[in-house]
């Protein structure tokens, strides 16, 4: 009997044969029907194929399972949604403000309110990435502390003394920045708990959904494909098999750290699209996967969330519908790695899409694949 999702398979094939990536592995559940669609190699050149099994790096696609996590733990009374983080945290216990969002890094006044968890979880910590940050972007870089499709290369004291040591780009609770507030509630989290951040993923998230394939070391290095770059002559290998992955991690990262197969992250979207059992309550599932964000903190973030989109607690929000599959409420999000999760409610469709080819910018997403699975609901 022909699968429904058979075309989508396709028009995945049929960039692996256009040679745009080597491989790829997706997984569905269309109202209560899964199906996972494998196609293409581990490596380019003559390789083992893809199997349902095979590990990704997911990159930013930890950020909801990192969402998931500090709930959970609010969930336990660890810590609340409003709690300062400077209890945990001292290095951002008295932060200085740029005095204008871009200008010069000598040039700070005080933060008028403390940073809370809520302010980490929804991304307006005034911590984070934008494209308008002049200096403070460049001195992200320098010390190792800016945004990557990678983890930092940093022990998360390390990591932590270094960005205490700048400025934020804006008050916390009035702008939104990508990518770094997930990676501080890596250590909040675990300096919360007294226990690590992989010790917590597969206490609160991994075990109770049964993802033996979710860390953030990759336990089968052969099941990891090359990560590669897209360049003018082809693909360039970006980390090996026996690279990031293969030993373990200096620094736990909720901000794109897991590896993980399709169907384990397909698993997890599914418990939280299902009401949150065994992991989270429906209330905080709501509170997770609606837009948190006021008008100015979205507009600040438009360059990187895009047109008709917001943010909830460490996931992305379809707000407008800018194309045909993006209905209002659909939630979830990309990787820089080449890998894509959202869940639409409204359709009851859940996906993920699983690649080792690096999205190259914001004009890279899978599209074709959100397409070609709209077509088919």
């Known amino acids: 009997m022909a699968q429904r999702f058979e075309p989508v398979a396709a028009v995945l094939q049929a960039q692996v044969e256009a040679g745009r990536m080597p491989g790829f592995v997706a997984a569905v559940r269309y109202r209560g029907t899964t199906e996972v669609l494998v196609g293409?190699?581990?490596?380019?050149?003559?390789?083992?194929?893809?199997?349902?099994?095979?590990?990704?790096r997911l990159a930013s696609v930890t950020k909801p399972f990192?969402?998931?996590?500090?709930?959970?733990l609010i969930e336990d009374?660890?810590?609340?949604?409003?709690?300062?983080?400077?209890?945990?945290l001292p290095e951002l216990a008295e932060p200085r403000v740029t005095?204008?969002?871009?200008?010069?890094?000598?040039?700070?006044?005080?933060?008028v309110r403390p940073i809370t968890v809520r302010h980490l979880l929804t991304n307006t910590a005034g911590l984070g990435w934008a494209p308008d940050l002049g200096p403070l972007e460049r001195a992200m870089h320098d010390r190792g502390v800016g945004p990557s499709a990678l983890p930092p290369e940093l022990s998360p004291d390390e990591y932590l003394s270094r960005l205490g040591e700048l400025p934020l780009s804006g008050q916390p609770g009035e702008t939104w920045n990508y990518h770094t507030c997930s990676d501080v509630l890596s250590v909040l989290l675990a300096r919360a708990t007294g226990r690590t951040v992989s010790e917590l993923v597969a206490e609160k998230i991994a075990g109770p959904l049964g993802l033996s394939d979710t860390g953030f070391r990759a336990g089968s290095p052969h099941r990891l494909p090359p990560l590669y770059w897209p360049t003018d002559g082809g693909l360039d290998v970006v980390d090996p098999p026996d690279g990031v992955f293969a030993r373990p991690a200096r620094f736990e990262s909720l901000g794109g750290g897991l590896v993980s197969t399709a169907p384990d992250v397909l698993a997890f979207l599914c418990a939280v699209a299902d009401g949150g059992a065994p992991v989270l309550s429906a209330g905080s599932v709501a509170a997770m996967t609606r837009d948190a964000l006021t008008p100015e903190e979205r507009a600040t973030g438009r360059e990187v969330l895009g047109r008709g989109r917001s943010w909830g607690l460490q996931v992305g929000i379809d707000t407008e519908r800018v194309q045909p599959w993006?209905?209002?409420?659909?939630w979830g999000w990309d990787g820089g790695t080449g890998t894509s999760a959202w869940v639409d409610p409204s359709r009851g469709l859940?996906?993920?899409?699983?690649?080792?080819?690096?999205?190259?910018?914001?004009?890279?997403?899978?599209?074709?694949?959100?397409?070609?699975?709209?077509?088919?609901?």
């Open 40 to 56: 293409g190699r581990l490596a380019v050149g003559d390789s083992a194929p893809m199997r349902s099994d095979t590990l990704f």
């Open 66 to 72: 990192g969402g998931a996590l500090t709930l959970a």
């Open 77 to 88: 009374g660890v810590l609340g949604p409003d709690d300062v983080v400077g209890t945990w």
């Open 99 to 111: 005095a204008r969002r871009g200008g010069p890094l000598d040039e700070t006044v005080p933060a």
């Open 326 to 330: 993006r209905t209002p409420g659909r």
């Open 350 to 377: 859940a996906a993920v899409l699983l690649t080792q080819r690096m999205m190259t910018g914001a004009n890279d997403e899978p599209e074709e694949f959100w397409a070609a699975l709209h077509r088919c609901v």
